[in-house]
């Protein structure tokens, strides 16, 4: 019998605020297609946020769709979009990106970040006009393994690509979880002056589904729309989504939810160095990827659900453990438990 | 001050026992990317109201993202699909379907339906490859006009589709409507015996989101999944979906609903009727388009929300009016009190 | 046995000057892809035959390719190019605009020509973002059918689209034809002047291949040699098609050559005419469409190669026939004849 | 003054021979988009060639519209191609194949060869659905660096295909220069059996334009033709691609000067060696790539042409010297006596 799953941040349902929140509004008559009242309040909220009023804010219902829709918004059909290897979009969106017609550039990333040289050797293309044109970086923040961006990290990489006329996306799908990391000093007006456009994500941080795109550019506002709705990306009832983001953006409750899920993470990570194991990388977001025995893996697995996401020797492996805003503080504790006890036998 | 908005059927949130199960379920761990229990339920339930349990069941966010994904996983690069002229397709969807990179062939129809008459022409090309394959019918049920087919219509036009080897596609959107209608002689088994697949619409019936794409021909299951993801159609917590299906065709939720829909349509006709005026097409689904005097029109507007379709003479105009699970009777009795009484004025 | 073909202009070789041109050129050695001194020499020619040193001018292969190359790399995803329904980018190059992402909205031309009259009704779109974006205009001079466009005509067309942030592109595969008919009182220079993109078909006129794309307007010049290549449209050889249009270009010779198919369709059409017979078209370019009895068609059709195009009645067809620079006199005269013999026999 | 141009293989016009049979076929009116009598011929030669008579073969413009072409009729949308880093369709199609859809998995190949060993690590995909399906393995023969297959390494990798449902598609560019290398040891006829699509290079192989796809595999054959027409891929004249192939074929004359250029190619290799210097890729085929001393290339440079591929060291590079069916030997003769002088000097 599996007693909690770690496997992703997306087992449960949403925050209950947000439910009382559809309950609460249910029957009141809306707009459709994002004019509502809810997405206003939420658009409002997440502008005063930022800071920034002159940002656009549009809510999507997932992060491929956010994805493809964003970059094909950007991209003419001769340029393309630079990613690190493990990027969400080089990997595990079924090619959604060449889908639009443009080429994904993989950089290969150790950390799962980008930087400027890493992104330089692509740059460099001969001859002209008979290799496509770099002209988005995009970097995840969290990235795919657990890493977040520092603000003199992001501000290098945000210059770098303003000198080379590139934009930078942030897919920030598990962006609440990066800001509230204890390694994090960024802020989220600083990623929207950092970035070109990025994206806060919903599904992963208490919400049933949406991902809030902010475009801080000005050249790429224009139209956006259209691009939503040639994807199917605008949902005709665009209530559910700003109901939702309305709620997370009352008082920081989408921050005060990822850091119980980073505070969770790190209770596991302690008690996994205190045993002496290291980890494939260094995270102190809600994704962790501790390196255990084997043995000690396989007893585990019969109780707690989580990836294994790759052999390290022919001993021990790397696993994947993901906590939410969901997770129940006693069942981290359970688990910390089974590991030491799990430990001391082998 | 606007006492109801008829505008559209996606005006509120969803039926009451949705949020009820939303909130019972919400912190039970499931499966990501619709293996979840709810899902699974909400499919078996869909295929046994069917009565065949060798159908594919895959449930999407929204319309326009449903179509251009099943249209995309059908069609070869010079394939063709053809539509009327007043499909969804064909109109207000910012060009989805082209997007995906297949014509769209629109066939002019009075009433929004297609017939094999009207889509014989499309068939003889020359000469040959210099032009696009027709190869989807795709029809919408019911028509974005209002109009329902019979059994017969869809009979024929279905034997007409295997002879010519083509895919007939129903836009069910408004599905649940449709097989309420006065009219209708159409089960939702036929529909799936006389189509190759088509799709049952939850936001319009009662759901906050979420479309049912059912796939009876054999030849049109494989891979639906990748062609899923790839379209960013394929909604990490798939639950929010599943949850939502399996309540609507709890005790033929759905259909109940359509019902109270097209009665107030009904009761609206009735009396539009017996006020002398006539409508632009005939409905008994809960679309429909009175054509009313535009001082009438004038009047109601302050007070009711519809559309303003088009006009019909210098004096005349037709409306758009829907009704929904949500609309209240009184509301319904209001109008029709209001329009009485406007009528007698003119 | 048939005594010649009237099928289309692309039944022969090239003019013998190009083949003198390829020969002496043979084997001097040149740079590819577009930069030899042919191609330069071929581009300098016709800029100053336009009399406009500011445009850009670029030689592709065939005009399917150049249609679609030229609308992709203008038209944004959501963007659609507006053409008549006898359009050849709306029927006979099997959905290639459509598979690069993009609609055509058909619009029905008795003539083959698009008037304000004709756009202004696919320009009123409803809602916005709903639908696509009308943003290029498309037409073909002289047209599929065989008509011509007068200065009056194409300067209120320039001017309506130029007042509604319209792209004019001229599809001119026979666009040498359409300046030397009887009718015409465009320049090549009038041409350049009241269009965005145009482009000079070689391929039906005198040439083995190609298609000389002729930029004027600013914003569409950046980047095109991008999109040539991204879609296979730039030749390694390029030097075949410059000397080509060097050749074409000198003295005139493509006008010539136009102006001897011409004249040999009009002896046809004088001829038809004569007999008392009509025409589908009224056309003065070297594509004609006269309307026959059937039974004088049967007979025809046993010495020449023509279309049969469109029943009229049930004793009537309309053909095509075609002339071009390579249409001997003598067997016009000989058809000519034919005609009349076969005409008196009935 | 530059005495010869090694830059590649594309510098002059075609082998006398084709200029001939354009010049006495010329008037010879034929039916068009290849259906005439040169094309038959050509196609006929090409099959009795390979000595399978049951193959499709398409004689297209160019390399890059071929490669895009013969992908995109083959894949689905969610489906990728595997290449190596250097494969043509990964570097130098400007984006040409993601512009139809698809993601191109890009392998790390140090001799420009995919090999089993390479191809299985993208095999194996995780988790179902999210990552694309890789559908065929493209190669090049000879490669982009001047390698070539040898019979062995073609049929293990053409077992492995057939073993994962994988297609297997040589670009043959180069193909003649291939076959002719000195450690070749595959015929065309194995060529054909051992693929499922190859195409057969004219453009760098003594023709001015064209490539002929040969398709072997029966389930890839239907509709090609739709395809063709869509890319823009079927030239109005087909003439002109039927009678280059039909001359080329005469007498095996594409292989003859193929050999030619290789002999001289080789010819260069011997002097290098002679000299003492190695070269950056192992190549008998017309493309070869000497290390020198930058000061020897720079003195070269004066007086021939060829391309700097990249730096070796702080003292040496390699360059890239490309021979074909028009090099001259006295030219070849002229640059090793040139080389040796120069390398004298230092």
Known sequence: MIIHSFTNDYSEGCHPSILQALNQSNLVQQTGYGDDIYTLNAVEAIKSKIG????DVHLISGGTLTNLLVLASILKPFESVIAAHTGHISTHETGAIEATGHKIEEVISPDGKLTCELIKPVLNKFPEYHTVKPRVVYISNSTEIGTVYTKQELTTLSNFCKENNLILFMDGARLPSALMAASNDLTL?????????FYIGGTKSGALL?????????????????????????????????????QLFKDDLIFEL???????????????????YSFLTESDSNQIFPILPNKVIDTLTLKYGFYVWEPVDA???????????ATPEEKVDMFIHDLKETCKLW
């Open 189 to 197: 007006s600083d990623v929207a002056c950092l970035t070109d456009v």
């Open 258 to 276: 990822a850091n119980h899920a980073n505070n969770l993470a790190a209770k596991i990570t302690d008690a996994v160095k205190e045993l002496g």
């Open 52 to 55: 920034d009023n002159s940002v």
């Open 210 to 246: 949406g991902e809030a795109v902010v475009i801080t550019n000005d050249t790429l506002k224009k139209d956006f729309k259209y691009h939503q709705k040639q994807r199917g990306a605008m949902m005709a009832k665009g209530r559910v989504l700003g109901i939702q983001f309305e």
């Open 315 to 325: 001993d021990n492996s790397a696993i994947r453990m993901v906590t939410s805003w």
